[in-house]
């Protein structure tokens, strides 16, 4: 048997479809989705309708990541605090993008599961860790080890790093497929994995793939995200650019810019021009494009 495994979509149905091109011109007909579907790029239901062709016509094994989390947390808790600017902007776009159809999907999925099929070994799957879709699983980190060490199989399947590599400890493994919509390193390239099952053991094949990058930076372009969250998609677009994710220095930059100035900072109430600088500092432009400078040193 072999499984697809899918992660750290991020609304990039342009790289979603390359991937699910690959597997299945490859004859895949399992496929296992991870989490963080949506959020961050343009037109969520595109990427929602390829994962439900997924459901509908393959064998699919599928939990939910933290931004369904957030997103399904936000509409139990009646809405309201997320708004139009670079802080939420991208939230609240998806979430205003988003169907009954698609939250009562969220809804349904569990946050982790067990991998049970006759003749093949078991393993465990999540996003971020069995306990928390958002835990950073990173290697040699004590908390991964103690997730590794805790495991009632040989290996887990999770995501959440966007970092595609293997880790192993005491004689088990968790295995991060890498990201699908937003990749790390690599040049951007998108990131999957297909599990090998041979019946006794699990192999990890690691698949980088290019993709058609300007038809996803293009809808950036006409699409409303930029205008609801304008430093967010530029750093965005940079990550889908490059390969290099920016968004928390950024981030982290924008509210330290808003807390010297202003003496206090509680997201998402971040003006817009701490973004700029903040975006500016890391010579990036608000197409996601590098901004030409000499490099120190």
């Not at 009632?152 to 959440?160: D, F, I, R, T, V």
């Not at 490059?242 to 100035?261: I, S």
Request: some cysteine; charged content about 25%; proline content about 4%.
């Amino acid at each position: 048997m072999d499984i697809a495994v899918f992660s750290d979509i991020h609304g990039n149905h342009s790289a979603l479809q390359a991937c699910i091109d690959y597997a299945v011109g490859k004859g895949i007909t399992h496929f296992m989705l991870l989490g963080d579907y949506v959020t961050d790029c343009p037109n969520p239901q595109k990427t929602m309708e390829l994962i439900y062709v997924l459901k509908q016509y393959f064998n699919t094994y599928i939990v939910r990541g933290n931004r369904e989390e957030y997103l399904l947390n936000y509409k139990k808790s009646g809405a309201g605090k997320w708004r139009k600017g670079s802080a939420s902007g991208a939230l609240l776009y998806t979430y205003e993008n988003l169907t009954d159809k698609d939250f009562n999907f969220f809804d349904s999925l569990p946050n982790y599961k067990v991998f049970e099929e006759k003749g093949f070994p078991v393993f465990e799957y999540c996003h971020g860790s069995p306990t928390h879709t958002a835990e950073l699983l990173y290697k040699e980190k004590r908390n991964t080890k103690k997730v590794i060490a805790h495991l009632n199989s040989k290996m887990l399947l999770h995501g959440h790093t966007h970092i595609q590599g293997t880790y192993i400890y005491r004689d088990k493994k968790a295995v991060n497929p890498g990201s699908v919509g937003l990749p790390w390193y690599y040049g951007g390239k998108t990131q999957f994995c297909i599990l090998h099952g041979d019946g006794k053991t699990w192999e990890e094949e690691f698949i980088q793939l290019d993709y058609n990058k300007k038809e996803i930076l293009r809808e950036f372009k006409s699409s409303p995200v930029c205008s609801y969250a304008p430093a967010w998609a530029a750093v965005t677009m940079h990550t889908i650019r490059t390969g290099v994710d920016l968004n928390q220095t950024v981030l982290l930059r924008a509210m330290r810019l808003c807390e010297q100035e202003r003496g206090k900072v509680k997201w998402p109430n971040i003006p817009e021009k701490y973004w700029a600088i903040a975006l500016k500092e890391n010579y990036i432009d608000l197409y996601g494009k590098d901004i030409p400078h000499e490099k120190k040193g």
